[in-house]
Protein backbone atom coordinates (compact mmCIF):
# COMPACT_ATOMS: atom_id res chain seq x y z
CA UNK A 1 0.00 0.00 0.00
CA UNK A 2 1.59 3.43 -0.73
CA UNK A 3 1.80 6.63 1.48
CA UNK A 4 -1.58 8.34 -0.66
CA UNK A 5 -3.43 4.89 0.16
CA UNK A 6 -2.40 4.69 3.92
CA UNK A 7 -3.83 8.28 4.08
CA UNK A 8 -7.01 7.87 2.72
CA UNK A 9 -7.87 4.96 4.18
CA UNK A 10 -6.98 6.30 7.63
CA UNK A 11 -9.54 9.48 7.31
CA UNK A 12 -11.63 7.09 5.06
CA UNK A 13 -11.21 9.16 1.91
CA UNK A 14 -10.85 8.82 -1.65
CA UNK A 15 -7.12 9.25 -2.91
CA UNK A 16 -8.43 11.78 -5.38
CA UNK A 17 -10.14 13.78 -2.70
CA UNK A 18 -6.81 13.66 -0.86
CA UNK A 19 -4.58 14.05 -3.17
CA UNK A 20 -6.54 17.73 -3.66
CA UNK A 21 -6.07 18.92 -0.40
CA UNK A 22 -2.58 20.80 -0.76
CA UNK A 23 -3.25 22.04 -4.56
CA UNK A 24 -6.54 23.62 -2.81
CA UNK A 25 -4.48 25.22 -0.37
CA UNK A 26 -2.19 26.24 -3.31
CA UNK A 27 -5.55 27.99 -4.92
CA UNK A 28 -5.98 29.80 -1.50
CA UNK A 29 -2.62 30.77 -1.72
CA UNK A 30 -2.78 32.55 -4.66
CA UNK A 31 -6.15 34.01 -4.51
CA UNK A 32 -5.79 35.55 -0.72
CA UNK A 33 -2.38 36.71 -2.09
CA UNK A 34 -4.73 39.21 -4.43
CA UNK A 35 -7.30 40.02 -1.41
CA UNK A 36 -4.26 41.09 0.58
CA UNK A 37 -2.66 43.48 -2.19
CA UNK A 38 -6.18 44.65 -2.24
CA UNK A 39 -6.42 44.78 0.94
CA UNK A 40 -9.75 43.85 1.12
CA UNK A 41 -9.90 41.50 4.02
CA UNK A 42 -8.24 40.10 6.84
CA UNK A 43 -5.22 37.34 6.05
CA UNK A 44 -6.50 33.94 6.24
CA UNK A 45 -3.65 31.65 7.77
CA UNK A 46 -3.72 28.44 5.53
CA UNK A 47 -1.82 25.31 6.35
CA UNK A 48 2.00 25.22 5.48
CA UNK A 49 5.51 23.73 6.28
CA UNK A 50 7.49 26.48 7.56
CA UNK A 51 11.03 25.95 7.31
CA UNK A 52 13.48 27.08 9.95
CA UNK A 53 17.16 26.75 10.34
CA UNK A 54 20.26 28.44 10.68
CA UNK A 55 22.43 29.88 7.86
CA UNK A 56 24.68 26.39 8.06
CA UNK A 57 21.79 24.23 8.41
CA UNK A 58 21.37 23.25 4.96
CA UNK A 59 17.68 24.41 4.51
CA UNK A 60 18.62 25.20 0.50
CA UNK A 61 19.91 21.30 0.09
CA UNK A 62 16.80 19.59 1.92
CA UNK A 63 14.45 21.52 -0.74
CA UNK A 64 16.41 20.72 -3.87
CA UNK A 65 16.37 17.06 -2.08
CA UNK A 66 12.40 17.34 -2.10
CA UNK A 67 12.27 18.71 -5.73
CA UNK A 68 15.13 16.56 -7.31
CA UNK A 69 16.51 19.74 -8.96
CA UNK A 70 19.42 23.39 -8.25
CA UNK A 71 16.72 25.65 -8.45
CA UNK A 72 17.56 28.17 -4.92
CA UNK A 73 20.38 30.53 -4.92
CA UNK A 74 23.57 29.72 -2.60
CA UNK A 75 26.71 31.32 -1.32
CA UNK A 76 27.75 32.92 1.83
CA UNK A 77 26.23 34.88 4.31
CA UNK A 78 22.42 35.53 3.68
CA UNK A 79 20.85 34.24 0.38
CA UNK A 80 17.32 33.81 1.13
CA UNK A 81 16.29 37.45 2.03
CA UNK A 82 12.75 36.58 0.96
CA UNK A 83 10.66 34.37 1.75
CA UNK A 84 9.48 31.77 -0.50
CA UNK A 85 6.62 30.44 -0.87
CA UNK A 86 6.85 26.82 -2.53
CA UNK A 87 3.96 24.41 -4.13
CA UNK A 88 4.83 21.15 -5.13
CA UNK A 89 2.53 19.29 -7.30
CA UNK A 90 2.79 15.91 -8.70
CA UNK A 91 2.06 16.32 -12.21
CA UNK A 92 3.28 14.26 -15.38
CA UNK A 93 4.69 17.65 -16.95
CA UNK A 94 7.90 19.24 -15.33
CA UNK A 95 7.96 22.58 -15.22
CA UNK A 96 7.59 25.84 -12.49
CA UNK A 97 5.45 28.95 -12.07
CA UNK A 98 5.89 32.02 -10.19
CA UNK A 99 3.07 34.18 -8.92
CA UNK A 100 4.73 37.48 -10.64
CA UNK A 101 5.03 35.15 -13.68
CA UNK A 102 1.87 33.61 -14.15
CA UNK A 103 1.45 33.59 -17.65
CA UNK A 104 5.40 31.85 -18.05
CA UNK A 105 6.08 28.60 -17.63
CA UNK A 106 9.95 27.90 -16.82
CA UNK A 107 11.59 24.32 -17.66
CA UNK A 108 15.01 25.10 -17.25
CA UNK A 109 15.93 24.97 -13.11
CA UNK A 110 19.20 27.46 -13.65
CA UNK A 111 16.09 30.24 -15.34
CA UNK A 112 14.37 29.20 -12.17
CA UNK A 113 16.98 30.44 -9.93
CA UNK A 114 17.94 33.50 -11.84
CA UNK A 115 14.73 34.68 -11.81
CA UNK A 116 14.80 34.32 -8.00
CA UNK A 117 17.76 36.38 -7.82
CA UNK A 118 15.92 38.97 -10.24
CA UNK A 119 13.29 39.14 -8.17
CA UNK A 120 14.69 39.07 -4.53
CA UNK A 121 17.17 42.15 -6.09
CA UNK A 122 14.53 44.22 -7.87
CA UNK A 123 12.35 44.28 -3.96
CA UNK A 124 15.52 44.18 -1.35
CA UNK A 125 18.35 45.96 -3.51
CA UNK A 126 21.82 44.43 -4.32
CA UNK A 127 22.86 44.99 -0.71
CA UNK A 128 22.24 41.83 1.91
CA UNK A 129 19.23 43.44 3.29
CA UNK A 130 16.33 41.40 3.51
CA UNK A 131 11.98 41.78 2.75
CA UNK A 132 8.74 40.12 4.11
CA UNK A 133 7.22 40.17 0.46
CA UNK A 134 7.05 36.49 -0.83
CA UNK A 135 8.00 35.28 -3.92
CA UNK A 136 5.08 32.40 -5.04
CA UNK A 137 6.80 29.25 -6.44
CA UNK A 138 5.09 26.73 -8.22
CA UNK A 139 7.26 23.63 -9.17
CA UNK A 140 4.55 20.62 -11.34
CA UNK A 141 6.77 17.29 -11.77
CA UNK A 142 6.42 13.81 -11.76
CA UNK A 143 9.45 13.54 -8.91
CA UNK A 144 7.54 15.67 -6.24
CA UNK A 145 4.88 14.67 -3.80
CA UNK A 146 2.33 17.11 -2.79
CA UNK A 147 3.48 19.87 -0.49
CA UNK A 148 2.52 23.63 0.43
CA UNK A 149 6.28 24.96 2.12
CA UNK A 150 7.68 28.07 2.85
CA UNK A 151 11.59 29.10 2.88
CA UNK A 152 12.61 31.93 5.28
CA UNK A 153 15.73 33.71 5.67
CA UNK A 154 18.66 31.71 7.37
CA UNK A 155 19.05 32.16 11.41
CA UNK A 156 21.85 34.77 12.06
CA UNK A 157 23.51 36.30 14.85
CA UNK A 158 25.75 39.16 13.49
CA UNK A 159 25.21 41.26 10.77
CA UNK A 160 28.07 41.26 8.34
CA UNK A 161 29.41 43.65 5.52
CA UNK A 162 26.64 46.16 4.43
CA UNK A 163 23.70 44.27 6.52
CA UNK A 164 21.42 46.18 8.69
CA UNK A 165 22.91 46.16 12.02
CA UNK A 166 19.40 44.82 13.85
CA UNK A 167 19.49 41.96 10.80
CA UNK A 168 19.39 39.52 13.47
CA UNK A 169 15.71 40.89 15.14
CA UNK A 170 14.93 41.40 11.42
CA UNK A 171 14.78 37.95 10.49
CA UNK A 172 13.79 36.51 14.03
CA UNK A 173 10.86 39.01 14.01
CA UNK A 174 9.70 37.46 10.38
CA UNK A 175 10.67 33.90 11.09
CA UNK A 176 7.71 34.26 14.28
CA UNK A 177 5.01 35.79 12.12
CA UNK A 178 5.33 32.59 9.94
CA UNK A 179 5.70 29.90 12.86
CA UNK A 180 3.62 31.55 15.77
CA UNK A 181 -0.10 30.75 13.29
CA UNK A 182 -1.66 27.92 14.54
CA UNK A 183 -2.26 26.85 10.66
CA UNK A 184 1.85 25.94 9.96
CA UNK A 185 3.62 23.58 10.38
CA UNK A 186 7.17 23.86 11.67
CA UNK A 187 10.23 22.23 9.83
CA UNK A 188 12.86 22.99 12.51
CA UNK A 189 16.55 22.04 10.98
CA UNK A 190 20.05 21.46 13.08
CA UNK A 191 22.78 20.09 11.85
CA UNK A 192 23.91 16.84 13.16
CA UNK A 193 27.48 17.92 13.57
CA UNK A 194 26.05 20.11 16.56
CA UNK A 195 24.57 20.17 20.02
CA UNK A 196 20.85 19.56 19.29
CA UNK A 197 20.50 21.83 22.88
CA UNK A 198 21.92 24.34 21.50
CA UNK A 199 19.44 24.74 18.20
CA UNK A 200 18.20 27.59 16.74
CA UNK A 201 15.52 26.58 15.19
CA UNK A 202 14.51 24.73 18.10
CA UNK A 203 14.75 27.08 20.40
CA UNK A 204 12.63 29.61 18.53
CA UNK A 205 9.88 26.23 17.28
CA UNK A 206 9.12 26.04 21.57
CA UNK A 207 8.40 29.53 21.53
CA UNK A 208 5.54 29.33 19.77
CA UNK A 209 4.96 25.42 20.06
CA UNK A 210 6.42 24.36 23.34
CA UNK A 211 4.80 20.92 23.41
CA UNK A 212 5.77 20.05 19.98
CA UNK A 213 2.41 19.38 18.54
CA UNK A 214 3.19 20.96 15.07
CA UNK A 215 7.28 20.99 15.01
CA UNK A 216 9.09 18.04 12.94
CA UNK A 217 12.61 17.92 13.81
CA UNK A 218 15.21 17.51 10.72
CA UNK A 219 18.76 16.33 11.51
CA UNK A 220 21.28 17.54 8.39
CA UNK A 221 24.72 16.78 7.70
CA UNK A 222 24.46 12.81 8.96
CA UNK A 223 27.46 12.29 7.12
CA UNK A 224 29.66 15.08 8.90
CA UNK A 225 29.39 13.86 12.32
CA UNK A 226 32.46 13.07 14.30
CA UNK A 227 33.67 8.73 13.22
CA UNK A 228 31.92 6.78 16.09
CA UNK A 229 29.68 8.77 17.04
CA UNK A 230 26.17 8.83 15.10
CA UNK A 231 22.79 10.42 15.44
CA UNK A 232 20.43 7.33 16.46
CA UNK A 233 18.66 8.88 19.60
CA UNK A 234 18.00 11.93 18.00
CA UNK A 235 16.08 10.22 15.19
CA UNK A 236 14.42 7.68 18.01
CA UNK A 237 13.64 10.80 19.49
CA UNK A 238 14.63 10.24 22.93
CA UNK A 239 16.95 13.63 23.29
CA UNK A 240 14.40 16.52 22.80
CA UNK A 241 11.04 14.40 21.94
CA UNK A 242 8.70 16.34 19.43
CA UNK A 243 5.15 14.92 19.23
CA UNK A 244 5.89 14.38 15.04
CA UNK A 245 9.99 12.94 15.82
CA UNK A 246 12.68 13.92 13.61
CA UNK A 247 14.10 12.43 10.47
CA UNK A 248 17.89 12.24 9.14
CA UNK A 249 18.90 13.02 5.83
CA UNK A 250 22.47 13.51 4.67
CA UNK A 251 23.18 17.07 2.04
CA UNK A 252 25.56 17.67 -0.99
CA UNK A 253 28.77 19.13 0.49
CA UNK A 254 30.15 22.24 -1.65
CA UNK A 255 32.69 19.79 -2.85
CA UNK A 256 29.81 17.79 -4.66
CA UNK A 257 28.07 21.12 -5.65
CA UNK A 258 31.67 22.39 -7.20
CA UNK A 259 32.14 18.85 -9.20
CA UNK A 260 28.66 19.07 -10.47
CA UNK A 261 27.41 16.52 -8.66
CA UNK A 262 23.13 16.31 -9.79
CA UNK A 263 20.73 15.62 -7.06
CA UNK A 264 19.55 12.36 -8.77
CA UNK A 265 23.76 11.02 -7.92
CA UNK A 266 23.26 12.54 -4.77
CA UNK A 267 20.12 11.15 -3.61
CA UNK A 268 22.05 7.27 -4.75
CA UNK A 269 24.44 8.13 -2.70
CA UNK A 270 22.86 8.53 0.45
CA UNK A 271 20.90 5.55 -0.02
CA UNK A 272 24.12 3.90 -0.05
CA UNK A 273 25.04 5.50 3.21
CA UNK A 274 22.41 4.88 5.00
CA UNK A 275 21.77 1.19 4.01
CA UNK A 276 25.76 0.62 4.49
CA UNK A 277 25.58 2.52 8.57
CA UNK A 278 24.80 0.01 11.33
CA UNK A 279 22.63 2.17 13.01
CA UNK A 280 20.59 4.28 10.43
CA UNK A 281 20.03 1.41 8.28
CA UNK A 282 18.03 0.07 11.30
CA UNK A 283 15.63 2.74 10.75
CA UNK A 284 12.60 4.06 8.79
CA UNK A 285 13.19 7.78 9.06
CA UNK A 286 16.35 8.54 7.39
CA UNK A 287 16.56 9.97 3.82
CA UNK A 288 15.41 12.60 1.71
CA UNK A 289 12.80 10.25 0.09
CA UNK A 290 11.57 9.18 3.80
CA UNK A 291 11.48 12.92 4.50
CA UNK A 292 9.13 14.13 1.68
CA UNK A 293 6.74 11.23 2.42
CA UNK A 294 6.72 11.61 5.51
CA UNK A 295 5.95 15.42 5.40
CA UNK A 296 3.22 14.38 2.63
CA UNK A 297 1.79 12.74 5.35
CA UNK A 298 1.73 14.81 7.57
CA UNK A 299 0.91 17.67 6.01
CA UNK A 300 -2.70 16.19 4.65
CA UNK A 301 -3.22 15.01 8.40
CA UNK A 302 -2.41 19.10 9.45
CA UNK A 303 -4.55 20.37 6.37
CA UNK A 304 -7.70 17.81 7.39
CA UNK A 305 -7.21 18.79 11.12
CA UNK A 306 -7.36 22.38 10.51
CA UNK A 307 -10.17 22.43 7.27
CA UNK A 308 -13.39 22.92 9.61
CA UNK A 309 -11.78 26.35 10.78
CA UNK A 310 -10.54 27.12 8.14
CA UNK A 311 -13.82 26.74 5.78
CA UNK A 312 -15.32 28.88 8.63
CA UNK A 313 -13.34 31.47 8.02
CA UNK A 314 -12.87 31.47 4.18
CA UNK A 315 -16.96 30.98 3.83
CA UNK A 316 -16.94 34.17 6.77
CA UNK A 317 -15.16 36.08 4.84
CA UNK A 318 -16.54 35.27 1.13
CA UNK A 319 -20.27 36.05 2.67
CA UNK A 320 -19.18 39.23 4.31
CA UNK A 321 -17.62 41.11 1.01
CA UNK A 322 -21.16 38.73 -0.62
CA UNK A 323 -23.15 41.26 1.35
CA UNK A 324 -20.91 44.35 0.43
CA UNK A 325 -21.39 43.53 -2.72
CA UNK A 326 -25.19 43.48 -2.82
CA UNK A 327 -25.17 46.61 -1.47
CA UNK A 328 -23.70 47.72 -4.61
CA UNK A 329 -26.40 47.04 -6.85
CA UNK A 330 -27.02 44.45 -9.76
CA UNK A 331 -23.57 44.09 -10.35
CA UNK A 332 -23.70 40.56 -10.83
CA UNK A 333 -25.73 40.77 -14.26
CA UNK A 334 -22.94 42.57 -15.82
CA UNK A 335 -20.83 40.92 -17.57
CA UNK A 336 -16.65 41.88 -16.60
CA UNK A 337 -16.87 44.12 -19.73
CA UNK A 338 -19.90 45.66 -18.90
CA UNK A 339 -19.46 46.71 -15.23
CA UNK A 340 -18.31 49.78 -16.28
CA UNK A 341 -21.55 50.77 -16.72
CA UNK A 342 -22.22 50.26 -12.97
CA UNK A 343 -19.51 52.41 -12.48
CA UNK A 344 -20.91 55.22 -14.62
CA UNK A 345 -24.44 54.93 -12.57
CA UNK A 346 -22.37 55.22 -9.07
CA UNK A 347 -20.17 58.23 -10.50
CA UNK A 348 -23.18 59.60 -11.72
CA UNK A 349 -25.02 60.03 -8.27
CA UNK A 350 -22.34 61.12 -6.80
CA UNK A 351 -22.18 64.34 -9.20
CA UNK A 352 -25.96 64.40 -8.72
CA UNK A 353 -25.02 64.61 -4.79
CA UNK A 354 -22.29 67.43 -5.11
CA UNK A 355 -24.93 69.48 -7.55
CA UNK A 356 -27.74 69.10 -5.09
CA UNK A 357 -25.38 70.31 -2.15
CA UNK A 358 -23.98 73.18 -4.96
CA UNK A 359 -27.87 74.39 -5.89
CA UNK A 360 -28.96 74.21 -2.06
CA UNK A 361 -31.42 71.04 -2.92
CA UNK A 362 -29.41 69.23 0.25
CA UNK A 363 -28.73 71.13 3.34
CA UNK A 364 -25.92 70.44 5.92
CA UNK A 365 -27.91 70.65 9.05
CA UNK A 366 -27.21 73.36 11.18
CA UNK A 367 -24.14 74.83 9.32
CA UNK A 368 -24.33 76.57 6.44
CA UNK A 369 -22.97 74.59 3.91
CA UNK A 370 -22.60 73.63 -0.07
CA UNK A 371 -24.04 76.41 -2.54
CA UNK A 372 -25.54 78.88 0.44
CA UNK A 373 -22.01 79.17 1.94
CA UNK A 374 -20.46 80.16 -1.74
CA UNK A 375 -23.45 82.89 -1.30
CA UNK A 376 -22.34 84.15 1.62
CA UNK A 377 -18.61 84.31 0.82
CA UNK A 378 -19.60 86.61 -2.01
CA UNK A 379 -21.94 88.82 -0.35
CA UNK A 380 -20.51 89.06 3.87
CA UNK A 381 -16.62 88.61 2.58
CA UNK A 382 -16.30 89.49 -0.67
CA UNK A 383 -18.88 92.86 -1.01
CA UNK A 384 -17.56 94.13 2.54
CA UNK A 385 -14.18 94.16 1.46
CA UNK A 386 -14.63 95.81 -2.17
CA UNK A 387 -16.60 98.28 -0.77
CA UNK A 388 -14.45 98.97 2.23
CA UNK A 389 -11.54 100.18 -0.39
CA UNK A 390 -11.33 103.85 -0.58
CA UNK A 391 -9.97 105.59 -3.74
CA UNK A 392 -7.76 107.73 -1.41
CA UNK A 393 -6.32 104.94 0.91
CA UNK A 394 -2.80 105.16 1.46
CA UNK A 395 -2.59 108.72 -0.49
CA UNK A 396 -2.16 111.76 1.13
CA UNK A 397 -1.73 115.16 -0.07
CA UNK A 398 2.11 115.71 0.06
CA UNK A 399 1.87 112.26 -2.36
CA UNK A 400 -0.42 113.60 -4.96
CA UNK A 401 1.58 116.82 -4.99
CA UNK A 402 4.71 114.86 -5.85
CA UNK A 403 3.30 112.55 -8.33
CA UNK A 404 2.15 115.54 -10.14
CA UNK A 405 5.81 117.35 -10.02
CA UNK A 406 7.43 113.70 -10.99
CA UNK A 407 5.08 113.29 -13.89
CA UNK A 408 6.13 116.23 -16.19
CA UNK A 409 9.44 115.37 -16.13
CA UNK A 410 11.62 118.63 -17.17
CA UNK A 411 8.46 120.89 -17.53
CA UNK A 412 6.05 122.41 -15.28
CA UNK A 413 2.41 121.83 -15.13
CA UNK A 414 -0.84 124.42 -15.60
CA UNK A 415 -3.60 121.68 -14.73
CA UNK A 416 -3.05 118.03 -13.47
CA UNK A 417 -1.64 116.46 -15.53
CA UNK A 418 -3.24 113.45 -16.82
CA UNK A 419 -0.90 110.54 -16.79
CA UNK A 420 -0.91 111.49 -12.89
CA UNK A 421 -4.42 110.49 -13.03
CA UNK A 422 -3.24 107.33 -14.44
CA UNK A 423 -0.71 107.00 -12.50
CA UNK A 424 -2.58 107.09 -8.96
CA UNK A 425 -5.50 105.15 -10.35
CA UNK A 426 -3.44 102.18 -11.64
CA UNK A 427 -1.92 102.04 -8.39
CA UNK A 428 -5.27 102.02 -5.97
CA UNK A 429 -7.08 99.55 -8.60
CA UNK A 430 -4.43 97.01 -7.39
CA UNK A 431 -6.27 96.94 -4.26
CA UNK A 432 -9.13 94.95 -5.94
CA UNK A 433 -6.75 91.88 -6.85
CA UNK A 434 -6.44 90.77 -2.91
CA UNK A 435 -9.90 90.37 -2.00
CA UNK A 436 -11.32 88.80 -5.33
CA UNK A 437 -8.34 86.67 -5.19
CA UNK A 438 -9.77 85.46 -1.39
CA UNK A 439 -12.71 85.20 -2.52
CA UNK A 440 -11.95 82.37 -5.21
CA UNK A 441 -9.24 80.36 -2.62
CA UNK A 442 -12.58 80.43 0.34
CA UNK A 443 -15.18 79.02 -2.69
CA UNK A 444 -12.66 76.21 -3.58
CA UNK A 445 -11.94 74.86 0.06
CA UNK A 446 -15.73 74.96 0.09
CA UNK A 447 -15.89 73.01 -3.14
CA UNK A 448 -13.56 70.71 -1.15
CA UNK A 449 -15.35 70.45 1.68
CA UNK A 450 -18.47 69.78 -0.60
CA UNK A 451 -16.73 66.81 -2.15
CA UNK A 452 -15.41 65.29 1.36
CA UNK A 453 -19.27 65.63 2.63
CA UNK A 454 -21.28 64.27 -0.58
CA UNK A 455 -22.46 60.93 1.17
CA UNK A 456 -23.33 59.02 -1.41
CA UNK A 457 -23.83 54.92 -0.05
CA UNK A 458 -22.99 53.66 -3.54
CA UNK A 459 -19.49 55.13 -3.42
CA UNK A 460 -18.68 54.07 -0.07
CA UNK A 461 -19.18 50.69 -0.83
CA UNK A 462 -16.34 50.21 -3.03
CA UNK A 463 -13.19 49.62 -1.56
CA UNK A 464 -11.51 52.12 -3.62
CA UNK A 465 -13.60 54.48 -4.84
CA UNK A 466 -13.95 57.02 -2.30
CA UNK A 467 -10.83 57.96 -2.47
CA UNK A 468 -10.11 57.64 -6.29
CA UNK A 469 -12.80 60.06 -6.65
CA UNK A 470 -11.53 62.37 -3.70
CA UNK A 471 -8.59 62.57 -5.64
CA UNK A 472 -9.89 63.43 -9.42
CA UNK A 473 -12.33 65.92 -7.92
CA UNK A 474 -9.46 67.64 -6.15
CA UNK A 475 -7.32 67.61 -9.01
CA UNK A 476 -10.04 68.98 -11.46
CA UNK A 477 -10.90 71.63 -8.21
CA UNK A 478 -7.18 73.12 -7.65
CA UNK A 479 -6.75 72.84 -12.26
CA UNK A 480 -9.61 75.33 -12.07
CA UNK A 481 -8.19 77.25 -9.30
CA UNK A 482 -5.41 77.87 -11.06
CA UNK A 483 -7.32 79.18 -13.99
CA UNK A 484 -9.65 81.17 -11.81
CA UNK A 485 -6.71 83.31 -10.50
CA UNK A 486 -5.32 83.88 -13.58
CA UNK A 487 -8.04 84.82 -15.00
CA UNK A 488 -9.13 87.14 -11.67
CA UNK A 489 -4.80 88.53 -12.40
CA UNK A 490 -5.50 88.99 -16.02
CA UNK A 491 -8.74 91.24 -15.22
CA UNK A 492 -6.81 93.32 -12.94
CA UNK A 493 -4.30 94.03 -15.86
CA UNK A 494 -6.64 94.50 -18.47
CA UNK A 495 -7.88 97.31 -15.87
CA UNK A 496 -4.71 98.91 -15.37
CA UNK A 497 -3.44 98.95 -18.94
CA UNK A 498 -5.89 101.40 -20.09
CA UNK A 499 -7.94 103.84 -18.28
CA UNK A 500 -11.23 104.79 -19.91
CA UNK A 501 -12.24 109.02 -19.19
CA UNK A 502 -15.05 108.34 -21.05
CA UNK A 503 -16.74 106.11 -18.73
CA UNK A 504 -20.53 108.19 -18.13
CA UNK A 505 -19.54 107.39 -14.26
CA UNK A 506 -16.22 109.38 -14.70
CA UNK A 507 -18.09 112.29 -16.80
CA UNK A 508 -20.54 112.18 -14.12
CA UNK A 509 -18.17 112.81 -11.54
CA UNK A 510 -16.19 115.76 -13.98
CA UNK A 511 -19.64 117.26 -14.11
CA UNK A 512 -20.28 117.55 -10.22
CA UNK A 513 -16.67 118.74 -9.67
CA UNK A 514 -17.01 122.21 -7.82
CA UNK A 515 -13.58 124.22 -7.17
CA UNK A 516 -12.22 123.66 -4.15
CA UNK A 517 -13.30 119.87 -4.06
CA UNK A 518 -10.54 116.76 -3.22
CA UNK A 519 -8.10 116.60 -6.32
CA UNK A 520 -9.63 112.93 -6.93
CA UNK A 521 -13.43 112.18 -6.95
CA UNK A 522 -14.93 109.58 -4.47
CA UNK A 523 -17.57 108.10 -6.11
CA UNK A 524 -20.85 106.85 -3.48
CA UNK A 525 -20.86 104.04 -1.52
CA UNK A 526 -23.44 101.18 -2.60
CA UNK A 527 -24.71 101.06 0.99
CA UNK A 528 -25.27 105.02 0.65
CA UNK A 529 -26.50 104.55 -2.83
Not at 5 to 10: P, R, Y
Not at 197 to 214: F, H, M
Amino acid sequence: MCIRDSINAEYGGTRSSMDRLVPLVAKLQEVLGIVGKLHLGQAVDLPQIVVVGSQSAGKSSVLENLVGHEFLPRGSNIVTRRPLVLHLFTSEEQYAEFGHLPDKQFTDFKEVLREIEAETDRVCGPSKGISAHPILLKIYSPKVLNLAMVDLPGITKVAVGDQPADIEVQIRKMILTYIQRPSAMILALTAANTDLANSDALKLAREVDPTGVRTIGVVTKLDLMDQGTHAGEILQNRTIPLRLGYVGIVNRSQKDIDQGKTIEQHLKSETEFVSGHPVYSQLQNVGAPQLGRFLNRELLRHIAAVLPDLKHRVVSQRDRHIAELDKMGDWKSHSVENRGRVLLQVLNKFCNAFNAMVEGKEHGGDLITGGARIGWIFTEVFKPAVEGLSPLQDLSDDELRMAMKNSTGIGTYLFTPELTFEMLVTKQLQMLEAPALQAAELVHNELLTVTQECAVLDVKNFQNLPEKVLVTVKTMLLEKMQHTTKMIRDLIAIELSFVNVDHPDFRRALESYQPGACLLYTSPSPRDS
